[in-house]
């Protein structure tokens, strides 16, 4: 368990890179959709059928990659909206999150055998298909780079 979390959570870092690199070629939008795109065809691939230790371990590290969207985020969002409105609906979002976050546990759980959550996880894989359409609805934001 603890060597999955390691190859998610290190394969997030480089997946913040690599999508800010993404961003900076092709722009917000289009990252935002083909990494929201990934996201989901690595749960697909990790959990549409039972798999061993071994070969889920392989999904993982794109699962982890492909995470790396939400570094996005922090980079489009904000110039989107008035510095009053931001931080307020940056509070709320946060934790609103956090409920739904909560709901979606119990909710998608209950789907799942005791133990086994292989469905709830492919079940939570198809809640990034509709950002990959959405992101198609923002602005395009030109990308900054900082020097």
Do not use: H
């Amino acid at each position: 368990m603890s060597k999955s979390f390691f190859i998610v959570i290190s394969c997030s870092i480089v997946g913040n890179f690599f999508a800010g690199w993404m961003a900076s070629l092709i722009g917000y939008r289009r990252a935002i959709s083909l990494m929201c795109l990934g996201f989901f065809l690595s749960f697909l691939g990790a959990y549409a059928i039972p798999r061993d230790y071994s070969s889920v371990i392989y999904w993982l590290a794109a699962i982890g990659l492909f995470s790396g969207v939400f570094g996005l985020f922090t980079m489009y969002l904000p110039p989107l909206f008035p510095t009053l409105l931001r931080t307020t609906g940056a509070g709320f979002c946060y934790n609103i999150g956090r409920v739904a976050a909560a709901f979606g546990t119990v909710f998608f759980g209950s789907f799942s055998k005791v133990g086994d959550f292989r469905l709830a996880l492919l079940y939570v894989g198809f809640l990034v298909l509709a950002a990959v359409f959405l992101a198609w609805q923002l602005p395009e934001l030109p990308f900054k780079e900082e020097n």
